[in-house]
């Protein structure tokens, strides 16, 4: 039986994980629960989302462009339904609207945890035709057996290309900006040594801040921060998608990167949202009655606003592949290699195109530092000097004094398919942080999903946002082919 899960894991293109563990209990059953401390420590991040205040959970929202799955064809493992792998009966009568019904059945999911007696992931199947696919698949998996990467990686390798059911997808890399250097060797020297100082010098400043975070520096109360304890509340995931072909065009035509455009887009919407929910506040009179709203600016003039960026540490940019990182002497691990950075949010600008160029801006000082790498060994030597409580006190702090948390992650290149039926759209995000708002933004072929996690208390109106971002894009976009400086063919 082992033999034949061998060959099946291998066929599909994952390899079997050979640990310690197994090994032993192979040869002597009885030593199982003495063997399981033989097991490799987990990493720091890992061993946080296993803390009551950081029992995080990946949501994957995967829509399917083709025929629905039968039950006895996904719900069985050799014999018996698996316990992991939920089919839930559907009634049409039940669904009304498909949209609505997916939206409500995530948001109850978020309110439960997985079973940490069975393997720490689900798998929820949904026999829903929505308005964007056929049927929808929820993957749900505990964080700390993997971060974006490593999930993304072994999505990849459980694919197979619609174009060639043979071949797995494109692994998509990161290119890495270079800089052009000219001139004399003196010049080139002197550049060389520019460079290494304001690495140092951001790196400085941003350690300073990140430790004022800790002790005292708070993000400014905005209809966008949660309370304390929200990390225990269910989440509302919304999502929308958009071209990113549209998101090229930008990129291409103000010279940067398509994460500089998501955070641009990101930062604009966030600016027409807030604008909303404090001139609704702004516009009630003194005896409890709504005022006419003019269009105006409506933001207070001083806002802290910050997110978390997570930064993947790993010393190769992008998404490797499951085989590579399962490599016992791989130089890119499995697992959770994420650093974070405290990333300060601009909003309130007139022109629309200074929300790109700011994000540019901001982003380029940001990766021309070492504050990602800072706090994920920060957090490995609080832990080992001090055990997991404090470094889970300590990280808890910091984040709750952040507004919200940003991540954008790449995907195929072209149209995959599981079980030889195509995917129409991936929408990631989590549950379970200390924040009241998440974004995160997927790729996916030629298309990027935007996906809200949200607190329904503090953000009642997560579409309503969702829709703000989207607006945002196409401001931007008109702006620069106002400007002429993009051509429409």
Same mark, same amino acid.
């Given at each position: 039986?082992?033999?034949?899960?061998?060959?099946?894991?291998?066929?599909?293109?994952?390899?079997?994980?050979?640990?310690?563990?197994?090994? !032993?209990?192979?040869?002597? !059953? %009885?030593?199982?629960?003495?063997?399981?401390? &033989?097991?490799?420590?987990? %990493?720091?991040?890992?061993?946080?989302?296993? &803390?009551?205040?950081?029992?995080?959970?990946?949501?994957?929202?995967?829509?399917?462009?083709?025929?629905?799955?039968?039950?006895?064809?996904? *719900?069985?493992?050799?014999?018996?339904?698996?316990?992991?792998?939920?089919?839930?009966?559907?009634?049409?009568?039940?669904?009304?609207?498909?949209?609505?019904?997916?939206?409500?059945?995530?948001?109850?999911?978020?309110?439960?945890?997985?079973? +940490?007696?069975?393997?720490? /992931?689900?798998?929820?199947?949904?026999?829903?035709? $929505?308005?964007?696919?056929?049927?929808?698949?929820?993957?749900?998996?505990?964080?700390?057996?993997?971060?974006?990467?490593?999930?993304?990686?072994?999505?990849?390798?459980?694919?197979?290309?619609?174009?060639?059911?043979?071949?797995?997808? @494109?692994?998509? @890399?990161?290119?890495?900006?270079?800089?052009?250097?000219?001139?004399?060797?003196? /010049?080139?020297?002197?550049?060389?040594? /520019? /460079?290494?100082?304001?690495?140092?010098?951001? @790196?400085? =400043?941003?350690?300073?801040?990140?430790?004022?975070?800790?002790?005292?520096?708070?993000?400014?109360?905005?209809?966008?921060?949660?309370?304390?304890?929200? +990390?225990? $509340?269910?989440?509302?995931?919304?999502?929308?998608?958009?071209?990113?072909?549209?998101?090229?065009? #930008?990129?291409?035509?103000?010279?940067?990167? =398509? !994460?500089?455009?998501?955070?641009?887009?990101?930062?604009?919407?966030?600016?027409?949202?807030? !604008?909303?929910?404090? *001139?609704?506040?702004?516009?009630?009179?003194?005896?409890?009655?709504?005022?006419?709203?003019?269009?105006?600016?409506?933001?207070?003039?001083?806002?802290?606003?910050?997110?978390?960026?997570? #930064?993947?540490?790993?010393?190769?940019?992008? #998404?490797?592949?499951?085989?590579?990182?399962?490599?016992?002497?791989?130089?890119?691990?499995?697992?959770?290699?994420?650093?974070?950075?405290?990333?300060?949010?601009?909003?309130?600008?007139?022109?629309?195109?200074?929300?790109?160029?700011?994000?540019?801006? $901001?982003?380029?000082?940001?990766?021309?530092?070492? &504050?990602?790498?800072?706090?994920?060994?920060?957090?490995?030597?609080?832990?080992?000097?001090?055990?997991?409580?404090?470094?889970?006190?300590?990280?808890?702090?910091?984040? $709750?004094?952040?507004?919200?948390?940003?991540?954008?992650?790449? *995907?195929?290149?072209?149209?995959?398919?599981?079980?030889?039926?195509?995917?129409?759209?991936?929408?990631?995000?989590?549950?379970?942080?200390?924040?009241?708002?998440?974004?995160?933004?997927?790729?996916?072929?030629?298309?990027?999903?935007?996906?809200?996690?949200?607190?329904?208390?503090?953000?009642?109106?997560?579409?309503?946002?969702?829709?703000?971002?989207?607006? %945002?894009?196409?401001?931007?976009?008109?702006?620069?082919?106002?400007?002429?400086?993009?051509?429409?063919?």
């Amino acid at each position: 039986m082992e033999l034949e899960e061998d060959m099946r894991l291998r066929k599909i293109g994952l390899r079997p994980i050979e640990t310690k563990r197994q090994e !032993n209990k192979a040869i002597h !059953n %009885s030593n199982y629960d003495k063997e399981i401390n &033989e097991e490799e420590p987990l %990493s720091p991040s890992a061993r946080l989302f296993h &803390e009551p205040n950081f029992n995080v959970h990946i949501i994957a929202i995967i829509g399917c462009g083709g025929q629905k799955r039968r039950r006895d064809e996904m *719900g069985k493992d050799r014999g018996g339904f698996r316990q992991d792998v939920i089919v839930p009966k559907v009634e049409q009568v039940e669904v009304g609207s498909p949209d609505q019904f997916v939206e409500d059945y995530i948001f109850n999911l978020s309110k439960t945890s997985v079973d +940490e007696s069975r393997p720490l /992931w689900d798998l929820h199947l949904l026999n829903v035709k $929505t308005s964007q696919s056929e049927a929808v698949g929820v993957f749900r998996i505990h964080h700390s057996l993997g971060d974006g990467a490593s999930l993304m990686a072994l999505l990849l390798a459980c694919t197979r290309r619609c174009s060639d059911p043979e071949a797995l997808p @494109t692994v998509p @890399t990161m290119k890495k900006r270079h800089r052009k250097t000219s001139g004399s060797g003196f /010049w080139r020297c002197l550049i060389r040594v /520019w /460079w290494a100082f304001q690495l140092l010098w951001n @790196t400085i =400043v941003d350690v300073f801040m990140f430790m004022a975070t800790t002790l005292f520096l708070k993000d400014s109360n905005t209809p966008l921060k949660g309370p304390h304890g929200i +990390e225990h $509340t269910p989440r509302r995931f919304v999502f929308r998608t958009i071209s990113l072909d549209d998101m090229k065009l #930008i990129k291409n035509a103000m010279d940067m990167t =398509v !994460n500089d455009v998501a955070l641009g887009i990101t930062q604009a919407g966030l600016s027409q949202y807030l !604008n909303r929910r404090y *001139g609704e506040n702004k516009n009630i009179d003194d005896k409890g009655g709504f005022t006419r709203q003019k269009k105006s600016i409506n933001l207070p003039k001083k806002i802290l606003l910050r997110s978390l960026l997570l #930064i993947n540490i790993r010393p190769s940019a992008g #998404i490797q592949a499951l085989a590579d990182m399962m490599e016992e002497k791989a130089e890119v691990k499995w697992g959770n290699w994420i650093g974070y950075v405290l990333l300060p949010f601009s909003i309130g600008r007139d022109d629309p195109l200074d929300y790109i160029r700011q994000a540019k801006s $901001t982003i380029d000082r940001k990766m021309h530092s070492f &504050e990602a790498f800072y706090t994920f060994f920060s957090a490995e030597i609080v832990l080992k000097l001090f055990g997991i409580k404090a470094a889970s006190s300590l990280s808890h702090r910091i984040i $709750t004094h952040t507004a919200m948390c940003f991540s954008n992650l790449v *995907g195929p290149l072209e149209e995959i398919g599981f079980y030889g039926h195509p995917l129409a759209y991936l929408a990631p995000s989590s549950y379970g942080q200390p924040h009241a708002l998440m974004i995160n933004f997927q790729s996916y072929r030629n298309k990027m999903t935007i996906v809200l996690s949200v607190d329904e208390d503090v953000i009642p109106d997560a579409h309503q946002l969702c829709d703000d971002i989207v607006h %945002s894009l196409h401001l931007i976009k008109n702006a620069l082919i106002h400007k002429g400086l993009v051509a429409i063919n």
